[in-house]
């Protein structure tokens, strides 16, 4: 009975070195709406390269930054830019980049995706193109930047599109 429990905590003690992990904030709607400067739905135009540098430095070589330019369609809370576009500064992977508990970035849809399916009836629906719910701070040149982080960016924004179409349900 002793070997088998020492058995049993010696493959734990092995195990759990291998099994880490990187922690994530719960960010909820309450917090990400009480954190925020800036809530608003928007649709995204265009994403441009830019210059800038992650601010966390464990991804610094492998993160490129982006900004995409949104039209503001409606304000939750805080005062939108007066010219009714935003712009966010967020950050991509460089092509070829693989990262082990790496960070949950962004990226936009500047156009609605296809959907293709069906059982014995097939169907493909072009999605329109979504709005954003983005929850934001302010930041440098005129710009903002996800509530919850440049590192966890993609929980501060949630992707909206009305509801999908009757032929997707038919069997």
Same mark, same amino acid.
């Given at each position: 009975m002793?070997?088998?429990?020492?058995?049993?905590?010696?493959?734990?003690?092995?195990?759990?070195?291998?099994?880490?992990? *990187?922690?994530?904030?719960?960010?909820?709607?309450? *917090?990400?709406?009480?954190?925020?400067?800036?809530?608003?739905?928007?649709?995204?135009?265009? @994403?441009?390269? @830019?210059?800038?540098?992650?601010?966390?430095?464990?991804?610094?070589?492998?993160l490129?930054?982006?900004?995409?330019?949104?039209?503001?369609?409606?304000?939750?809370?805080?005062?939108?830019?007066?010219?009714?576009?935003?712009?966010?500064?967020?950050?991509?992977?460089k092509?070829?980049?693989?990262?082990?508990?790496?960070?949950?970035?962004?990226?936009? *849809?500047?156009?609605?995706?296809?959907?293709?399916?069906?059982?014995?009836?097939?169907?493909?629906?072009?999605?329109?193109?979504?709005?954003?719910?983005?929850?934001?701070?302010?930041?440098?040149?005129? *710009?903002?930047?996800?509530?919850?982080?440049?590192?966890?960016?993609?929980?501060?924004?949630?992707?909206?599109?009305?509801?999908?179409?009757?032929?997707m349900?038919?069997?």
């Amino acid at each position: 009975m002793r070997f088998i429990f020492m058995t049993v905590l010696g493959a734990t003690l092995t195990l759990t070195a291998f099994a880490s992990a *990187r922690q994530i904030e719960n960010w909820s709607y309450e *917090r990400l709406f009480k954190e925020a400067d800036l809530v608003v739905i928007a649709t995204a135009k265009a @994403t441009a390269e @830019t210059n800038d540098s992650p601010p966390d430095v464990r991804w610094k070589s492998d993160l490129v930054g982006q900004q995409t330019t949104f039209a503001v369609d409606a304000v939750l809370k805080g005062k939108a830019p007066a010219t009714s576009t935003l712009t966010v500064l967020h950050f991509k992977l460089k092509p070829g980049v693989l990262t082990q508990d790496g960070p949950l970035l962004v990226a936009f *849809r500047t156009k609605g995706p296809t959907i293709e399916g069906g059982g014995a009836k097939k169907y493909k629906v072009l999605l329109g193109t979504p709005q954003y719910l983005l929850f934001l701070k302010a930041a440098d040149k005129g *710009r903002f930047v996800p509530v919850s982080g440049q590192a966890d960016s993609a929980l501060s924004v949630k992707e909206i599109y009305p509801p999908l179409p009757e032929v997707m349900d038919e069997k």
